[in-house]
């Protein structure tokens, strides 16, 4: 289990690399900072306009379970829950897009759209940032081609199932979005609180790039051992060739493998709303020994596809996208993720990492503290709806309190910093 978390974090780490790196292409670029201008105005206006003209509050059917509402309040919301999100990548190295769907959730938007808008968040960021890709690592074409023909196929899966939930129930599917995030941050979130109070003792951070450097070397050279050894000697064509520049004469793997991995990526996403590089890296890394050199770029690669297929195909065009908070949260991570690696300069990283943790944990007991009023409303549990509803309300207000003392934190010390940070720039 221990070598489980090493490896997401590792994942976090390449991922959270690629979005400082996209964010910062997308904010030092003029013409696309206008093209997010021109996207923004409409999300803006329409709001304000609805808001005032006193249209309907609800968009879509099943009225009785319809997203938020369609007002300014929403989307300054989304973007201060993107400013969030961006502030823990910055500042941890290690992304922090695991806490939008809940986020999302707590503020009022069903799970299937929190799902949706956030896939199309991810890949809206992806191709306004794309220039930034060519850096970012070597594409294995035969390894892209086969993880994405894998990943389409589990991204329809998991999209077919999250609607068929919706469809039946909307409160079946939230509940099954709730229990898919208390198991993963509750595993993420005890490690990297168990992290924090080792590291403090010591006072000093785990550099998780360092691991993943260290893992790299493993698989550069040699003969790979374990299962990566024992699946490159199967011999079932296609086989695809890879890691030409990091091994004399290359290595290669059958497709069947990759597509496998892609399938288990894509349906993970579309049901999570996230770009599945926490799975694809370990799963590229340790499970078929791709250098972590090959994988970063390949998983970059994967994202763009694995994400925009999803958004477009399996929500867009059913209506589950809400696009009023995806321009929002575009907006919060662009500001978030600068002030937050900016900020590592100054602040021991052990302290951010404690931030993190806790943060990953507020998620966990926000997701747990909801499941009891809506299993209660599916009948299978039994207690009262005065408790259901505490139990919701403290859920929420312990998470966005926890968050919300973190990104406060980051920007005063930001703020407090800035002179210091400004003489460092123009050096």
């Given at each position: 289990m221990r070598k489980l978390y090493e490896m997401f974090m590792e994942a976090s780490v390449a991922h959270a690399r690629?979005?400082?790196?996209?964010?910062?292409?997308?904010?030092?670029?003029?013409?696309?900072?206008?093209?997010?201008?021109?996207?923004?105005?409409?999300?803006i206006a329409v709001p304000v306009y609805s808001y005032a003209a006193g249209l309907p509050e609800l968009l879509g059917g099943k009225h009785a379970y319809g997203p938020a509402f369609y007002d300014p309040t929403i989307f300054f919301v989304s973007i201060a829950i993107g400013l969030c999100a961006g502030l823990i990548t910055?500042?941890?190295?290690?992304?922090?897009?695991?806490i939008i769907t809940p986020a999302l959730?707590?503020?009022?938007?069903?799970?299937?759209?929190?799902?949706?808008?956030?896939?199309?968040?991810?890949?809206?960021?992806?191709?306004?940032?794309t220039t930034v890709?060519?850096?970012?690592?070597?594409?294995?074409?035969?390894?892209a081609i086969a993880f994405v023909v894998g990943s389409l196929i589990g991204v329809s899966g998991g999209g077919v199932l999250n609607r068929a939930l919706y469809e039946s129930n909307p409160v079946l599917s939230d509940i099954f979005i709730s229990i898919v995030y208390v198991v993963l941050l509750g595993f993420l979130g005890s490690y990297a609180l168990n992290d924090f109070l080792k590291e403090r003792k010591k006072d000093k951070m785990i550099d998780p790039a360092a691991e993943a450097e260290t893992a790299a070397t493993a698989v550069a050279g040699g003969r790979l051992p374990g299962l990566p050894g024992k699946l490159q000697a199967v011999n079932i064509p296609p086989s695809i060739k890879f890691d030409e520049n990091v091994v004399e004469g290359g290595r290669k793997i059958p497709a069947i493998f990759v597509a496998g991995c892609g399938s288990i990526v894509g349906f993970v996403a579309a049901i999570m709303g996230v770009g599945g590089g926490f799975l694809t890296f370990p799963m590229f890394v340790y499970g078929l020994g791709v250098s972590s050199f090959t994988a970063v770029g390949t998983d970059i690669f994967q994202i763009i596809l694995t994400a925009g297929y999803a958004s477009i195909s399996q929500y867009a065009i059913y209506g589950y996208?809400?696009?009023?908070?995806?321009?929002?949260?575009?907006?919060?991570?662009?500001?978030?993720?600068?002030?937050?690696?900016?900020?590592?300069?100054?602040v021991k990283g052990v302290y951010i990492r404690g931030f993190y943790a806790v943060a990953i944990l507020a998620g966990f007991i926000n997701r747990l503290f909801v499941?009891?009023?809506?299993?209660?409303?599916?009948?299978?549990?039994?207690?009262?709806?005065?408790?259901?509803k505490a139990l919701t309300a403290i859920g929420n207000w312990l998470f966005f309190l926890i968050v919300g003392m973190f990104a406060v934190w980051v920007i005063s010390t930001f703020l407090r910093n800035l002179p210091k940070l400004r003489g460092e720039t123009e050096l």
């Open positions: 690629w979005d400082y790196e996209t964010s910062l292409s997308i904010l030092k670029n003029r013409r696309k900072l206008l093209i997010l201008l021109i996207m923004a105005l409409p999300v910055g500042c941890i190295g290690a992304g922090g897009g695991f959730m707590s503020a009022g938007i069903r799970g299937i759209l929190a799902v949706g808008t956030d896939l199309f968040h991810i890949f809206a960021k992806a191709i306004m940032g890709h060519k850096k970012m690592g070597n594409v294995s074409v035969g390894l996208i809400f696009y009023t908070l995806a321009i929002g949260m575009l907006l919060g991570s662009l500001l978030g993720i600068q002030v937050g690696a900016l900020t590592t300069k100054v499941l009891p009023a809506k299993l209660s409303s599916m009948g299978v549990i039994s207690i009262s709806p005065g408790l259901g």
